[in-house]
């Protein structure tokens, strides 16, 4: 989805399927890009393994620290606000609890750097749409990337229909690898005896 939004491949497609070919084709290189991870846990944290070969500065904000594994990977762990501001990319990686629902509201966008992209394949509702649109519509925010919608399926396509947002229907783990990947840590949950404790994180 990063790439996607630097190359404008889902803008491109879409014109060339009206039957237009754009004069200007230019996008930008993921390479070299600050790149903010919202939410340092499993997914988080591979994350960052996969983009080690792209050179980028990568920005972490977590309410746990993992001093090892940041140091391991050239990880600079920031605040939130910090996280905000300086990322060219922010993309984010955060349960839905009820710390996190509705923490990117108009206020919190209004801290994002300008000009940055945004990429949610978290969980709905941790962005608030309607204070999205406007930012998206103006340029204060270049581009936006979701696979996660506060409603799914959404009822209201105006976001989805936005030229600089790219939308895809909760597909982040539907892959065959991951169900059987899914399917086997369920049944190791099982062996193992592991029991999840309410309202305590990541179930608060």
């Not at 491109?12 to 890009?33: K, S």
């Not at 300086?86 to 000009?115: C, F, V, W």
């Not at 193992?192 to 990541?202: A, F, L, R, S, T």
């Amino acid at each position: 989805m990063m790439i996607s939004l630097l190359r404008r491949v889902h803008q491109y497609n879409l014109d060339l399927r009206e039957g237009r070919w754009p004069p200007d084709r230019m996008g930008l290189h993921l390479r070299g890009r600050t790149v903010g991870i919202h939410g340092c846990g499993n997914i988080g944290k591979e994350l960052i393994r996969l983009l080690q070969p792209f050179g980028v500065k990568i920005l972490a904000c977590d309410r746990r620290d993992f001093p090892e594994f940041y140091a391991e990977y050239g990880v600079t762990p920031v605040s939130a606000e910090e996280l905000r501001a300086s990322s060219e990319i922010l993309t984010i990686h955060l349960p839905k609890n009820s710390t996190t629902i509705g923490m990117y509201d108009d206020a919190a966008l209004g801290q994002i750097r300008p000009g940055a992209m945004l990429v949610n394949t978290s969980r709905g509702g941790i962005v608030d749409e309607a204070a999205l649109q406007p930012r998206l519509a103006d340029g204060r925010i270049a581009a936006a990337a979701f696979d996660v919608f506060a409603v799914e399926p959404p009822t209201d396509l105006t976001f989805a229909h936005m030229p600089n947002v790219l939308a895809t229907p909760h597909i982040g783990g539907s892959a065959r690898e991951a169900w059987e990947a899914m399917a086997r840590g369920g049944i190791l949950g099982v062996s193992d005896h592991y029991v999840p404790e309410p309202g305590v994180y990541p179930f608060d």
